[in-house]
């Protein structure tokens, strides 16, 4: 495949609500993905013995997590799907409540995931705003599960 037939899936994908592409002639393999506005192609490796070309990468421009700003609320998010637990125990009092100020690295929850408890810590120092969910709630990837405001 010659980098033409690459350009012109570029434009296809481009053009349309195609959000990925997958080619493959013989041995090579572009695949086109769109992030956003941006298309991204990818050649598998050739062999040596062959003559073929290969297509560059086009790759997305990546963002840089930024700290948050000075009162500005930040949802901490579930990283696993599992079981929510607010203390070690259930006769232990929870490890944050509302109001609690919390220093980076402070354990905020446990969540359970596959019989393994996964402690979820405080990312930078802040005040907890909301309380998402209940205890022994079940969690789904990505789910908000608390507010905190930076200190």
Known sequence: MDISEIRKLIRLVQQSDVTEIEVTEG??????????TVATAVAAPQPVTT?????????????????????????????????FYA??????????SEGSTVKKGDVLCIVEAMKLMNEIEAEYDGV?????????????????IFVITPA
Not at 27 to 36: D, K
Request: aromatic content about 2%.
């Open 27 to 36: 041995e090579s393999t572009v695949r086109i993905s769109r992030q956003t």
């Open 51 to 83: 003559a073929a070309p290969v297509a560059a990468t086009v790759s997305a421009p990546t963002t840089v997590a930024e700290e948050p700003a000075e009162d500005e609320e930040h949802v901490v998010k579930s990283p696993m799907v599992g079981t």
């Open 87 to 96: 203390a070690s125990s259930p006769d232990d009092e929870p490890f944050v």
């Open 128 to 144: 907890v705003q909301k309380i998402l969910v209940k205890n022994a709630q079940p969690l789904e990837y990505g789910q908000p």
